[in-house]
């Protein structure tokens, strides 16, 4: 029963380039979380997605970012024109539910350095 | 607005001994969660206890408790007999039922130092 899957784990980018980011859910969670956390400190929210819906995009830069959660395949984080500002790790999170006591499954985060 | 304040950015502990990290949050949702996860130094979040408001009784989970006093808005995690292995930064985070919507919040966090 595999957690949630991150890919890459680490991502090098030169200002300029795209950047983007893959998860797959644990299986059976229909809900995905992404969160930034920059050096040293807490994880900022970003976005909440179900399947072929945004739900929630309140913390997502109103430029160059995007995300989607398609019916078929993982959720994607897209980053376009990177900026050494971005550089962060990025993770998502997944969930069976919206209750309360629903606490979210991390995946192992995606380390982007922009150069 | 909702908002999670963790006051401590570092904490030693004597391995063996138990340690309080604490949290404070703020929110006007009537129903909220409220959660604490840990990363070490590998960069994993790993969720430790979840203590809900109308929770009568304080979160246990083997060796971390959750000290709620609701109406000091406080959520302190309680590590007892800490172990090297406890050394990891140290998130508390909450979820509300109206005003949060669907996402969690996070604290900035306390590092946790154990110390042989």
């Known amino acids: 029963n595999a957690g949630v899957m991150q890919n890459p784990r680490h991502l090098v980018r030169r200002r300029g380039q795209e950047a983007r980011l893959r998860c797959s859910p644990m299986?059976?969670?229909?809900?995905v979380y992404w969160y930034r956390q920059l050096p040293e400190e807490g994880l900022k929210f970003m976005v909440y997605?179900?399947?072929?819906?945004?739900?929630?995009e309140s913390g997502m830069p109103k430029e160059r970012f995007s995300a989607e959660f398609p019916k078929e395949g993982p959720s994607i984080l897209r980053i376009q024109q990177v900026v050494r500002g971005d550089s962060a790790a990025y993770f998502c999170a997944s969930s069976s539910g919206t209750d309360l006591n629903y606490g979210y499954t991390f995946g192992s985060g995606t380390r982007l350095t922009v150069v | 607005a909702q908002k999670i304040t963790q006051t401590q950015p570092g904490m030693f502990v004597q391995e063996k001994e138990a340690v309080t990290l604490d949290c404070t949050y703020d929110t006007s949702d009537p129903s909220y969660g409220l959660f604490w996860y840990k990363q070490p130094s590998s960069g994993e979040m790993i969720f430790l206890i979840y203590?809900?408001?109308?929770?009568?009784q304080n979160a246990t989970e083997g060796r971390y408790s959750l000290n709620f006093q609701k109406a000091r808005k406080s959520a302190n995690l309680v590590i007892s007999a800490s172990q090297l292995g406890d050394s990891a930064m140290y998130f508390c985070a909450m979820r509300g039922a109206v005003t949060g919507g669907f996402k969690t919040i996070f604290g900035a966090g306390t590092r946790l130092f154990v110390k042989a």
């Open positions: 997605l179900q399947k072929e819906n945004i739900i929630d």
């Open positions: 203590q809900g408001s109308y929770d009568q």
């Open positions: 299986k059976g969670h229909s809900h």
